[in-house]
């Protein structure tokens, strides 16, 4: 790197003073390339005001997702009546509804993400690092699975076992680590080679301890940015499952059931398809911005 005159006069002089040249991790650098996405940067904003009210919108709110006003049955949007988002055909708050079905689509997508990554990581690093036979059998059942339609393996698991949310978690979940493990495997291909992975093979470290603590490690950059892509496409299949009637059921709801019952009534009460679709398409959004700013933060090549 060339620096100018007067640039290399100030490193003189700091150097002589003894003040210390502070430094950023690769971490950091990725973090301030990250802020400075103004895509990436107001989808965080977005996306932490959508998890916040989420959260805790349920807990201020007059009404609740379950209790119905007696006196407001289908009640359009109004700010004098408290439904700011209307009510439904059996006047439950609209608003409180689509609050907690956020909720339910997010603690899904967090919970079935956080399986594909676990299976992806260990599956893919095992392939990648001891490779081989062993590699070329892992690989081809992962072919072989991605051959298979996964919504209908879903909807057949829901079938046989019984619709309820922590079978609907494993169930994604279990079919969504396919590519991470792909991703892993190739990652590891090239990490296995290195030298720091050449010295745990001559301290004598065992194959699960290198992968555990020399290759995972490595992988957290290329890991988070495809689970961050990854939640996004949770929350429609979740959706869609939903929609067809093999998602979430009552009591409990999801954005993809009430985008399913405003889609019975849309002629007559639009605000039931328009306010859970208007949330579902600014998580989305946010969540695919904050993906593709991380995958452009981590990238080397634009350095």
């Given at each position: 790197m060339?620096?100018?005159?007067?640039?290399?006069?100030?490193?003189?002089?700091?150097?002589?003073?003894?003040?210390?040249v502070a430094g950023?991790?690769?971490?950091?650098d990725a973090w301030r390339r990250l802020l400075r996405n103004r895509a990436a940067f107001v989808s965080l904003w977005v996306l932490g005001a959508l998890i916040l009210l989420a959260l805790f919108g349920p807990f201020i709110l007059p009404y609740d997702h379950e209790t119905p006003d007696w006196a407001a049955?289908?009640?359009?949007?109004?700010?004098?009546?408290?439904?700011?988002?209307?009510?439904?055909q059996n006047g439950r708050d609209v608003l409180a509804r689509t609050l907690f079905g956020t909720r339910i689509?997010?603690?899904?997508?967090?919970i079935a993400t956080a399986v594909s990554v676990i299976i992806g990581?260990?599956?893919?690093?095992?392939?990648?690092?001891?490779?081989?036979?062993?590699?070329?059998?892992?690989?081809?059942?992962?072919?072989?699975?991605?051959?298979?339609p996964?919504?209908?393996f879903v909807i057949l698991l829901m079938v046989i076992f019984g619709r309820n949310v922590i079978l609907l978690f494993i169930g994604i979940g279990?079919?969504?680590?396919?590519?991470?493990?792909?991703?892993?495997?190739?990652q590891t291909l090239s990490l296995r080679e290195r030298e720091f992975i050449e010295a745990a093979r001559a301290a004598g470290q065992t194959t699960a301890r290198i992968i555990t603590r020399h290759i995972t490690p490595n992988l957290i950059g290329p890991v988070i940015i495809y689970a961050t892509l990854t939640v996004p496409e949770i929350i429609i299949t979740e959706s869609f499952l939903s929609y067809l009637g093999f998602g979430v059921q009552e009591p409990l709801t999801s954005l993809g059931t009430l985008i399913s019952e405003g889609a019975d009534v849309m002629e007559v009460m639009p605000w039931l398809l328009f306010f859970p679709a208007l949330f579902l398409v600014l998580f989305l959004l946010s969540l695919s911005f904050i993906g593709d700013g991380l995958r452009d933060a981590f990238d080397p090549k634009d350095r």
């Open positions: 060339i620096f100018s005159t007067e640039k290399r006069k100030a490193l003189a002089a700091a150097f002589e003073k003894g003040d210390a950023r991790s690769l971490t950091a049955f289908r009640a359009p949007p109004s700010i004098e009546s408290g439904h700011y988002f209307g009510t439904d689509s997010l603690l899904v997508a967090v990581v260990l599956y893919g690093a095992t392939a990648g690092y001891i490779g081989g036979r062993l590699d070329a059998v892992m690989m081809r059942f992962v072919d072989i699975m991605y051959a298979l996964y919504i209908l279990a079919v969504e680590w396919l590519t991470m493990a792909r991703i892993v495997r190739g």
